[in-house]
């Protein structure tokens, strides 16, 4: 009997090779950080961070300290539309592009909130197919919540066979029903409220009349039922029985909750107030007098930038507004890694969300930096700024990747990077050794722990016998440390609470030193771009475990 299991998934060259990454630890530069009381210099209390580098580097170095802690995932990455943008390198081959985006995403799906975090991921019919399998692999296909449609555009699209007018998109949770019980509904819309009226002058308020029938056979809901104005009988429809059972229908009666119609001879129907409802339940369709459309994004980015200077294919206000909406509440952490003109940031700030942003671009700092600062003082007249009532205040903290921990000498060999200082090195090195970087004021050997009784040091000194004998008697029987020195002499062993190890070596074989860029370039990929027929779905066989 064979072993071997299948497995459907999408394939494609060179999805076998996988980054090593290094994850890097960000340092903050106060002169760009910024805040509602920056030119007071009043202490901030804010925790918003602003990212700029190589995207996936900087995920990962938010892997260790968020993973399980962010509430919604909005990105728009590149499309892979061919088109050549002056901010991304839009054009790959679909497996350069799905190699590249897969790595985000398994970071990404690590980093939601185990119980109610979302995935949002906007896309065209470009790449959607291949992202939708390939995010049924990496999230699980029972994590799918919905493929929505943005109407992008409302004139006619003349020059192409077919019009293109709309995007998606695409959702997935990390628990469905958790999610569906705790997503928020919309609120209703001027459109939706006209349904509403008072016809009989009802002292509740504006009303609109619901069926009061239900699919379906229960006994105790197939009673005849009365019209009080005019005596006529009504029963349930065929195939249907009454909502609710005869006590609950003579309590509704008694409320005036029961319309007959304005003769009274109407099949029976219940009274919905304007004032109960909360609001609507989300659907998959997402026209543009609710969310906008491209033309009004573009009028956001000429209002903040000019023509001259705005940023190519943003997304508008209102359409990051629904998203959030929906999957957050104020207080909530937001992530965007594909940040663009910092339309994801602006939109959390104005709803009272955290937010963290990731941008490699230099519109890093010519677009999202002077945009936030306009949020932050209160500037910024347009976008949801009058719907949500925002006024300003907050702030971001700015900040970079640290360099490669490892880099070559002038002989080739691995050393410690020379722009590391003492404090660097030993976040740089908990985080490698899975530690929480946690210094102690008053144990010199405490960098960091990983549980009340695990404890790293890290040191670039030469440690002799004596130091490591003097270590072991502080620590106590109690406790365990890890000391991570750049050399030692005499032996290792013999040390009950103590495991020593040597940096580089120790860790050389564990990342890929040195690299900067992992962004979407095409000699970012190891392999070359697919032949015709080497991409799709493949229903191979797979070992089993």
Known sequence: MSTRKQKLELTWIGKENRPKLEPRILVEDPQKSYHALH?????????????????????????????????????????????????????????LWLSLIRERLKIIWNLLDSKDGSLWVSIDDSEMPYLRVLLDEICGRDSFVASNIWQKRYSRENREAIGDAHEYVLVYARDIAT????????????????????????????????SFSAQGFRPNQMYEIESPETGKIFTPPEGSCWKVIRERYEELLADDRIYFGKDGNAMPQRKQFLSQIEGMAPWTWWPHEEVGHTDESKREMHALYGAKDSFPTPKPERLIQRVLHIATNPGDLVLDSFLGSGTTAAVAHKMGRRWIGIELGEHCHTHCIPRLKKVIDGEDPGGITKAVDWKGGGGFRYYKLAPS?????????????????????AEAVCKLEGFTYAPSDSLYWQHGHSTEQDFIYVTTASLKHEQLQQLSDEVGPERSLLVVCTSFRGSKEGYANLTVKKIPKAVLSRCEWGKDDYSLRVENLPDAPPKPGQLGLFDGEEDAE
């Open 179 to 210: 999610f569906k019980k705790k997503r928020n509904k919309l609120p209703l819309g001027e459109k939706q409220k006209k349904v509403y009226k008072n016809p009989n002058k009802d002292p509740r308020g504006l009303w609109r009349a619901v």
């Open 39 to 95: 030119r007071v210099g009043r202490k901030d209390l804010f925790d918003n961070k602003l990212i700029f580098g190589d995207n996936l580097l900087a995920l990962k170095a938010l892997e260790q300290d968020y993973a399980g802690k962010v509430k919604c995932v909005y990105i728009d990455p590149p499309y892979n539309t061919g088109s050549a943008f002056s901010h991304y390198d839009d054009g790959l081959e679909h497996s």
């Open 405 to 425: 921990l490892l880099e070559k000498d002038k002989w080739d060999n691995w050393v410690i990077s020379k722009d590391y200082n003492a404090a660097m090195l």
